[in-house]
């Protein structure tokens, strides 16, 4: 695809907070365009402005810091993902692609003019202390969230391994708000896991789209296939995007040779396509994709897809429906503007903004509770009386992992539906003809 202004393309406007920015374009530059010679006049009041407050203001003031407050107020006066950056942000959001960071590990993002949270990150801080997808954060530490932008409330929330910070959150169903004082941690996230269940059916986890995502699933989707899979489940629940390469390549490992994976349109009209082009032949054993409303952008991209083409089932809730591009612009001083320039479509043409991607089968989760005590199941021996001796299995730890699987409802369901496949596939209608 031509590439005019624009090296690497993200969809979300969600981000992590520690905090990685989650679906943008990186500019290489600002485009000079005639726009500032159409503006001078406009531009002749902000400078008599910028010299009244330096002359008269009560306190001296510093240049820079108007002129960034203007730029930020300028930002927020557009939709809810477009931003200013500081030279810090800007930096830390080009290291985090690489997937670490330092901060909480929580997925947030603006829904209904409110700071959400998307998702934590398992095995985070912010996971560990109970924080849950849907909780809407009122404060940050004494600040109050309702007048910040997005990355105003990342920069709030950010900061270095071992300082605090406290949240103040409000939760569906609960009477009263709830307090979280969270210690900052680095997060360092691996986005692809794997692993093979019962009846030889493969589970992929992504948990977000970096650089390296397409290439790890690619080496799992090996395994898997080594292993002998015959059916696949990708889960793709509470995953809040990140880059749009990263989707196509993702997708582009289940589709044919140059098939439509999206397209991007701005406001020029002008339609960019987005098409496969797989590293190897894709699998012909039956798919399901797992989502819900944690699911956003980059997951909803690679979802649409295989449910545009036919490729999955798509199993769970109505993803979270953010469907618009931004653009990361560097500036002269290292910051940088994060601006939506585009609004994405799938395989259909259809847009998913406010909407989202509407599963096949709706299933509903179930809070899943683990027993404080699980007891260990006898072993054959002794459950026989044949041996006194120590069952060596028993002394392991429990695979809390697998317990956690089996209490999924989705995921259950989904394996139900893959197991009922292969029932179907294995039958053998009699030929015409032929009698007992």
Request: hydrophobic residues 35%; glycine residues 10%.
């Amino acid at each position: 695809m031509e590439k005019e202004r624009a090296s690497i393309t993200w969809v979300s406007g969600l981000v992590v907070v520690g905090a990685l920015v989650l679906g943008l374009l990186i500019g290489k530059g600002v485009e000079k365009t005639g726009y500032a010679s159409e503006s001078y006049e406009e531009l002749k009041v902000f400078a008599e402005v910028l010299t009244q407050v330096k002359k008269h203001y009560v306190e001296d003031v510093k240049t820079n810091d108007l002129v960034h407050g203007a730029v930020r107020g300028m930002l927020k006066t557009l939709d809810p993902h477009s931003a200013y950056m500081t030279p810090e942000m800007y930096k830390e959001m080009r290291v985090e692609t690489k997937g670490e960071f330092e901060g909480l590990g929580i997925q947030i993002g603006i829904k209904e003019h409110h700071v959400t949270v998307i998702a934590p990150i398992e095995g985070t801080p912010a996971h560990a202390a109970g924080i849950e997808t849907g909780d809407v954060i009122l404060k940050v530490d004494e600040t109050p969230t309702k007048d910040l932008t997005l990355m105003e409330a990342v920069q709030r929330m950010r900061g270095p391994k071992g300082t605090s910070v406290t949240l103040t959150v409000r939760r569906e169903g609960a009477t009263e708000t709830l307090s979280f004082t969270i210690i900052r941690d680095t997060i360092k996230i691996h986005s692809v896991r794997s692993r093979l269940l019962d009846d030889h059916i493969g589970y992929v986890r992504i948990s977000q789209f970096q650089e390296s995502t397409p290439q790890d699933l690619g080496k799992e989707l090996v395994k898997l296939h080594e292993d002998g899979t015959q059916g696949l489940i990708l889960d793709l629940r509470n995953n809040p995007g990140g880059l749009l390469s990263a989707a196509v390549g993702v997708s582009e490992q289940f589709l044919q040779p140059d098939t439509l994976v999206v397209s991007v349109k701005g406001r020029d009209g002008r339609k960019d396509e987005y098409r496969s082009s797989p590293p190897m032949d894709p699998p012909e054993y039956p798919m399901i994709v797992l989502v819900n409303q944690g699911s956003a952008s980059a997951s909803e991209i690679v979802a649409a897809a295989m449910q545009d083409w036919g490729k999955a089932v798509i199993l769970g809730k109505t993803t979270f429906g953010k469907g618009s591009v931004q653009t990361i612009l560097p500036l002269s001083d290292g910051s940088g503007l994060r601006l939506t320039t585009a609004k994405y479509y799938t395989p259909r043409g259809e847009s998913i903004h406010s909407v989202g991607v509407k599963p096949d089968i709706v299933v509903e989760p179930k809070p899943i509770k683990l027993d404080e005590e699980p007891k260990e199941s006898p072993s054959p021996e002794t459950e026989a009386g044949a041996s006194s001796e120590p069952d060596a299995d028993a002394e392991k730890p429990k695979d809390l992992e697998a317990e956690l699987m089996k209490k999924d409802v989705q995921l259950q369901k989904a394996i139900e539906l893959l197991k009922t496949w292969k029932v179907f596939k294995g039958l053998h209608p009699l030929e015409s003809g032929v009698t007992g």
